[in-house]
């Protein structure tokens, strides 16, 4: 059964950092297309980035407001993705979610806030 | 960047009603589109892939029609189950969201 857990949300300061982490289990994820897609409180779904899999390079993209200051990356032995969250602003506020096809996390929530 | 306007935003509709909700592509974008259900404090869920085809699981009250730039979700018998937000998602190039279209009780 293929499952997604995020964890490493919490407050932060503007300006400040945040790891994400998102454990998979029931697939390889090596071998998988990985996105992070975000929700700000009481608004719709955002796309923030995604990782290729091994055999397709590896490689990431990143949506515009993000890119610069998030990166995406991977432990194959712990088979976890990440998202390193760097100068983070008030607007960066949301429940962050990991997806793999049709499975997404439950999300974690991140608060940037003074 | 490739937009996807979606529409309306929120309707009100009874249970039994059939329900139609749009998406458009500012490109063509073939079939590469998804939709999802969201309730509230929960992760959307998929319904439908590749335009069209009915995510396993899924009820058959639920589905999706075209292709390039135009695509419809229809709930041919709305349930209580089903007052939710939808949204499409196009991954043609990178992902974009539609809005989303909130389904409220009338």
């Known amino acids: 059964e293929v499952q997604l857990v995020e964890s490493g949300g919490g407050l932060v300061k503007p300006g400040g950092s945040l790891r994400l982490s998102c454990a998979a289990s029931g697939f390889t994820l090596s071998y998988a297309w990985m996105s992070w897609v975000r929700q700000a409180p009481g608004k719709g779904l955002e796309w923030v980035g995604r990782?290729?899999?091994?055999?397709?390079?590896?490689?990431?993209d990143y949506a515009a407001p993000v890119k610069g200051r998030f990166t995406i990356s991977r432990d194959d032995s712990k088979n976890t993705l990440y998202l390193q969250m760097n100068s983070l602003k008030i607007e960066d506020t949301a429940v962050y979610y990991c997806?793999?096809?049709?499975?997404w996390g439950q999300g974690t929530l991140v608060t940037v806030s003074s | 960047d490739i937009q996807m306007t979606q529409s309306p935003s929120s309707l009100s509709a009874s249970v039994g009603d059939r329900v139609t909700i749009i998406c458009r592509a500012s490109?063509?974008?073939?079939?590469?589109l998804g939709w999802y259900q969201q309730k509230p404090g929960k992760a959307p869920q998929r319904l439908i892939y590749a335009a069209s085809s009915l995510q396993s699981g899924v009820p058959s009250r639920f589905s999706g029609s075209g292709s390039g730039t135009e695509f419809t979700l229809t709930i041919s018998s709305l349930q209580p189950e089903d007052f939710a937000t939808y949204y499409c998602l196009q991954h043609n190039t990178l992902w974009t969201f539609g809005q989303g279209t909130k389904v409220e009780i009338k």
């Open positions: 997806a793999y096809r049709p499975f």
């Open positions: 990782m290729r899999s091994k055999t397709d390079g590896g490689t990431t």
């Open positions: 490109q063509g974008i073939g079939n590469d």
